[in-house]
């Protein structure tokens, strides 16, 4: 004899358990608060004194290397539209000649690697510093932070780190942007033409890819994963929180956006009016102007530098939430 089958009991089952997942779901997506998520991560900013003057120190070099880029860019494209004449072959002689005669070559030698340095090696390892120093402030606050301790485990997710930021290189922003004006100061009448949809495109694709592969760091620290493993998780949990992603993503490009614009003035102030009293005034004033350029761009890598630590906190606490989300939504699909 065949077991009676109940439609209405199976439909109540399958209602009730879909009223649940949906339950979960909403809740879930209810506790994502923006406004909360950025207090917190403020707050955590500010009260970590030992964290800003950790990072202020790459953030002053990097501030000052930026500054050279931007300047190196502003003279190639006066020279190129005709403001200014420079003859490039003249001034690397010129340069060369008097590292050579001044005895400078070895210091020359010794400024590059700091800068290849601090450009590419350093990054890696103060992102993995700053993480595992969010990740105790969340976990464990009544302790005080330990910047040694989270030196040496820095060390210990560097390569990962680097490797992925290296596979990641390609897509920066910065450097499409360098691309993009190399190609058009030179080739702006033919080549550049052609190919500025592609770069276009190129460019909205690599934001796509910065927006999916943003938590492969996070991975690599919290969950000690393989850098493929890394980036294949955090597109997955990124595909999963879509739009809250996108908002924290929005979010952070504004806040980005209006740092950066205060950088530019900050430092290309002192810039021009350096550039302007080296001809026009005084040793004195020309020293002068060269302090104040100096502690103009001391207080901009302080800000940048809490920039940093405010913005790695908004991006562990929204990972910590997506994981905690996807989490009761696996639970949920285990206890049906």
Same mark, same amino acid.
């Given at each position: ?5 109940? =439609?209405?009991? +199976?439909? =109540? ?26 207090? =917190? ?8 004194? $030992? ?36 003859? +490039? ?12 005669? %001044? ?31 969010? =990740? ?19 060390? /210990? ?14 897509? %920066? ?19 550049? $033409? ?22 492969? /760091? ?8 393989? !850098?493929?493993?890394?980036?294949? $998780? ?71 530098? !809490? ?14 939430? +997506? $994981? ?5 939504? /696996?639970?949920?699909? !285990?206890?049906?």
């Amino acid at each position: 004899m065949r077991p009676s089958f109940d =439609k209405s009991v +199976f439909l =109540k089952r399958i209602l009730k358990s879909s009223h649940n997942h949906q339950r979960v779901t909403s809740r879930s997506q209810r506790s994502m608060n923006y406004a909360e998520i950025i207090q =917190k991560s403020w707050y955590l900013t500010q009260q970590q004194p $030992k964290l800003k003057w950790f990072v202020f120190v790459p953030s002053f070099i990097g501030v000052i290397i930026f500054a050279i880029e931007i300047a190196w860019q502003l003279f190639l494209f006066l020279d190129e539209w005709g403001y200014v004449k420079i003859d +490039f072959l003249e001034v690397i002689l010129s340069v060369t000649g008097f590292v050579l005669q %001044s005895g400078l070559i070895v210091w020359i030698i010794i400024f590059v690697l700091l800068a290849l340095f601090f450009m590419y090696i350093l990054p890696s390892w103060v992102e993995g510093v700053l993480i595992f120093s969010v =990740k105790h402030l969340l976990f464990d606050p009544e302790q005080n932070i330990h910047m040694r301790q989270r030196m040496v485990q820095g060390f /210990e997710v560097y390569f990962r780190i680097f490797e992925t930021r290296a596979l990641l290189g390609v897509f %920066s922003p910065w450097t499409i942007l360098l691309f993009s004006a190399t190609l058009y100061r030179y080739y702006h009448e033919t080549l550049f $033409k052609v190919i500025w949809p592609f770069l276009l495109l190129f460019g909205i694709i690599s934001l796509f890819v910065t927006l999916f592969t943003h938590f492969a /760091e996070h991975f690599v620290v919290y969950e000690e994963a393989a !850098v493929v493993e890394a980036l294949r $998780k955090s597109v997955t949990l990124v595909f999963l929180n879509i739009g809250s992603m996108m908002a924290v993503f929005l979010i952070m490009m504004l806040v980005n956006l209006r740092v950066m614009i205060n950088v530019l003035l900050v430092i290309g102030v002192p810039l021009a009016v350096i550039w302007i009293f080296t001809y026009y005034s005084s040793s004195f004033v020309q020293v002068l102007t060269i302090i104040i350029a100096i502690i103009l761009i001391a207080l901009t890598s302080y800000l940048g530098a !809490v920039l940093e630590i405010f913005s790695t906190a908004v991006w562990t606490h929204t990972y910590l939430f +997506f $994981k905690k989300q996807q989490a009761a939504i /696996e639970h949920t699909q !285990v206890g049906e």
